[in-house]
T-cell receptor
């Protein structure tokens, strides 16, 4: 099956610093990757959709200058949380979709970000 | 607008059967997914329905009625490990997933 990895799995950073999260599709080419945020006891919230080689499409209310997304290759997308604040503490999950007719999204294991 | 509705929480007994319902309104329709998510973990795929009817996969089955905008996930022979959130997601005309808020399923001994 399709495997998606995320790194790091947990990160603690100080307020005002930046954090980069990597999402990799290990055994398939991901033409589209999605970044989600999930607060405790809430459902997934789509932050942005990125297609390889083009700019990400951000959902309404998501600051693109704060959450920088780069999808430089068919197997790697990165999310950088810039100038992190405690309210950015959340579970960040990426998913990837291939180019076939299967619209299933394969999820990474998630990254728990804590901003102190 | 697009919307996915599912119950917030359900409780069931170990060994029993539970049905989690989902109604959807999407701009166009290209299928419906069910995902399972344990606390603190990423979602995992359970099923995908694009045609009407019941799809059975072991203890889990998923049903779709496109005319009614309705789906359900049926879990049989419940086990304690089935305690999780179950997410319903519809695929719209742009092939984007529209997510429900999830149903937290609590299994009691």
């Amino acid at each position: 099956g399709a495997v998606v990895s995320q790194h790091p799995s947990r990160v603690i950073c100080k307020s005002g610093t930046s954090v980069k999260i990597e999402c990799r599709s290990l055994d398939f080419q991901a033409t589209t990757m999605f970044w989600y945020r999930q607060f405790p006891k809430q459902s997934l919230m789509l932050m942005a959709t990125s297609n390889e080689g083009s700019k990400a499409t951000y959902e309404q209310g998501v600051e693109k200058d704060k959450f920088l997304i780069n999808h430089a290759s068919l197997t790697l997308s990165t999310l950088t949380v810039t100038s992190a604040h405690p309210e950015d503490s959340s579970f960040y999950i990426c998913s990837a979709r291939g180019s076939g007719p299967d619209y299933e999204q394969y999820f990474g294991p998630g990254t728990r970000l804590t901003v102190t | 607008g697009q919307n996915i509705d599912q119950p917030t929480e359900m409780t069931a007994t170990e060994g029993a059967i539970v049905q989690i319902n989902c109604t959807y309104q999407t701009s166009g329709f290209n299928g419906l997914f069910w995902y399972q998510q344990h606390a603190g973990e990423a979602p995992t795929f359970l099923s995908y329905n694009v045609l009407d009817g019941l799809e059975e996969k072991g203890r889990f089955s998923s049903f779709l009625s496109r005319s009614k905008g309705y789906s359900y996930l049926l879990l049989k022979e419940l086990q304690m490990k089935d305690s999780a959130s179950y997410l319903c997601a519809g695929v719209d005309s742009n092939y984007q997933l529209i997510w429900g808020a999830g149903t937290k399923l609590i299994i009691k001994p």
